[in-house]
């Protein structure tokens, strides 16, 4: 496709897309939604419980982030081929896609859990001096390490069914675990029904629990539901050539090192914030759950046009996927708007849930201001990167930006903040969104270059 060249999409193609983006993206809007909406009862039940149990949490959880990184990054890289594979018509190499999730999240599980116990205490100290707040920390890694042997291997199924777009009961057992989690916390944090008061560990086990629950209801569902299109036998799965592992992983491997450095530079982010005391860190942890909730349209936006996208182009159709990511960008920049004035307007309601000191609930106000607006360069960049080039597996170009920017620019301009300038926290993080916004004006470039477009025809 010429850069030149313009083509415009029918009214049906239209209406079809609309119709095909509303049919995942819904549902993906609404699982993050329980998701993160756990992580918001999660902050506001232990913030009851005072600052420093916030931020140990919020510390022992930035191992798990790295985790967490590796594991979205191979699902995402490997998944834009499954995209394709389903689009032309091919369930045989989009199960073999299943089956390496399913190892690499069994694989990946295992290694949380080792890790760990192993330099788990250790981990902490990066991110905070404080020995209350390391003691909770590490209270809560030791219990919660085990629900992410059980996510990774649930969200390997959940996130193949965007894919296939079967969503309807993926969907209804997050809204169950959602509510039961909930429950759970309630019982084990303020020892609730004869439960003895755990406190942080209650919020470890009852998360623990209901991931081992949710993982027993994907198996049981997936093997009763027999016209499901994710349901194999155990050779369809892992029945796949080590040159087609070689394959995928290739695509894979970039955006794996690139979530997993995102992950490794914000928590080296999380520990320069957390120069500032204690105060700081848990009003970042606070604020990125507040935001991610306000931002879930965006991760609905930025799944759905994957598989759109990455379906037009599983058919070489490269002029109708570049106008299904036209489109996309437009809706981007729509909810941008949306989502900024949202934050603002829940910024004091929602901070007067916690039970902090009056200049910390203060400090809570501000920087979810700043994060309203630092909304803008983020989302987008993330529906640039997640919804579009990704798809046309152009996953070496955004690892080289991603990595690139967060090295060059956000740990440098994170230490300049806090520790030479010595800025308050909301100044820190408008700075350190600076790096956001170059990456955001390179991603847009790269757009409309087209050069992204179906990569994995080009490297053949």
């Known amino acids: 496709m010429g850069h030149n060249e313009t083509y415009t999409l029918s009214p049906e193609q239209k209406s079809a897309f609309y119709s095909k983006m509303i049919k995942i993206a819904i549902p993906v809007i609404i699982q993050n939604i329980i998701s993160i909406g756990l992580g918001v009862a999660d902050t506001m039940m232990i913030g009851k419980l005072g600052e420093a149990e916030i931020a140990g949490v919020g510390a022992g959880n ?6 967490w990184g590796i594991i979205f990054g191979f699902y995402s890289g490997a998944n834009a081929h499954a995209a394709q594979y389903w689009g032309a018509g091919d369930r045989k190499k989009t199960l073999h896609v299943l089956g390496m999730d399913y190892a690499v999240g069994a694989t990946i599980g295992l290694l949380t859990i080792l890790s760990t116990y192993l330099v788990g205490d250790k981990l902490l100290w990066f991110f905070s001096r404080d020995p209350e707040v390391i003691g909770y920390g590490l209270a809560y890694m030791r219990v919660a390490c085990f ?17 296939v777009q079967r969503l309807t009961f ?20 303020f020892g609730k029904l004869g439960a003895p008061r755990l406190g942080v ?8 629990i209901t ?8 198996i049981i ?5 027999k016209d499901h299109p994710l349901r194999a036998k155990v050779s369809e799965l892992f029945g796949f050539s080590r040159e087609f592992f070689k394959k995928v992983a290739k695509t894979a491997s970039p955006v794996v090192i690139t979530e997993a450095a995102f992950s490794i530079l914000a928590s080296a982010t999380f520990a320069i914030y957390g120069i500032l005391g204690t105060s700081a860190l848990s009003v970042i942890q606070v604020a990125e759950v507040v935001a991610n909730m306000a931002q879930v349209v965006f991760f609905g936006l930025g799944n759905a046009a994957a598989v759109t996208i990455g379906g037009a182009l599983g058919v070489n159709d490269d002029k109708t996927a570049y106008e299904y990511a036209r489109i996309t960008v437009k809706l981007a920049c729509i909810l941008c708007v949306i989502v900024c004035g949202t934050i603002f307007v829940i910024a004091r309601p929602v901070s007067a849930f916690y039970d902090f000191d009056p200049t910390t609930i203060e400090l809570l106000v501000q920087v979810l201001y700043v994060w309203a607006i630092i909304t803008v360069p983020k989302m987008l960049g993330y529906v640039f990167v997640c919804g579009i080039l990704r798809a046309g597996g152009d996953t070496l170009f955004t690892l080289y930006v991603d ?6 620019l956000q740990i440098p301009l994170a230490l300049l903040a806090v520790v030479v300038l010595e800025l308050p926290l909301p100044f820190c993080i408008l700075m350190v969104t600076m790096n956001d916004c170059v990456k955001l004006v390179i991603f847009i470039w790269r757009f409309f270059s087209k050069k992204w477009i179906n990569m994995y025809n080009k490297a053949a």
């Open 201 to 208: 560990v209650g919020v470890a086990l009852a998360t623990t």
């Open 403 to 408: 990595i690139g920017g967060n090295v060059l």
């Open 170 to 189: 993926v969907t209804s057992a997050n809204v169950v675990s959602l509510f039961f989690n909930i429950f759970l916390n309630w019982v084990f944090i």
């Open 211 to 218: 991931r081992a629950v949710e993982l027993i209801a994907v």
């Open 62 to 67: 930035q191992l798990f982030w790295l985790f």
């Open 147 to 163: 629900s992410y042997f059980f996510s990774f291997l649930s969200y390997a199924f959940i996130f193949n069914c965007r894919v």
């Open 221 to 225: 569902y997936m093997l009763s539901v």
